[in-house]
């Protein structure tokens, strides 16, 4: 099967820094894509930033020039670097894997389990 472990969320002041990561595991399956998103209470959830299996990103408009996600691939790895946060930033940060299992042809999403980031003042 697989799992993504998230962790890295905390409390932090306005303009600070965070940084979060997901570790996946797992066997038999090919990473696509990674990413993050997040949810805010009382809203949908949505896309930060996700890089592609060349390592193309892409990058939510309201988080441009302050999140930078990066992936090790041979770590199964994805972080995302939170510079400059805002109140605005607060919500739940979900990971998302991208994957294809053996012996399938479709993708697969794959969630964690989120971790709590909270930006103060």
């Known amino acids: 099967q697989v799992q993504l472990v998230e962790s890295g969320g905390g409390l932090v002041r306005t303009g600070g820094s965070l940084r979060l990561f997901c570790e996946v595991s797992?066997?038999?399956?090919?990473?696509?894509?990674m990413g993050w998103y997040r949810q805010a209470p009382g809203k949908q959830r949505e896309l930060v930033a996700v890089?592609?299996?060349?390592?193309?990103?892409n990058y939510a408009d309201s988080v441009k020039g302050r999140f930078t996600i990066s992936r090790d691939n041979a770590q199964s790895t994805v972080s995302l670097q939170m510079d400059s946060l805002k109140p605005e930033d607060t919500a739940v940060y979900y990971c998302?894997?991208?994957?294809?299992?053996?012996?399938?042809?479709?993708?697969?999403?794959?969630w964690g389990q989120g971790t709590q980031v909270i930006v103060s003042s």
């Open positions: 890089v592609g299996l060349r390592g193309s990103t």
């Open positions: 797992g066997r038999d399956f090919s990473i696509l894509a």
């Open positions: 998302n894997l991208q994957a294809r299992l053996r012996f399938q042809t479709k993708q697969t999403a794959y």
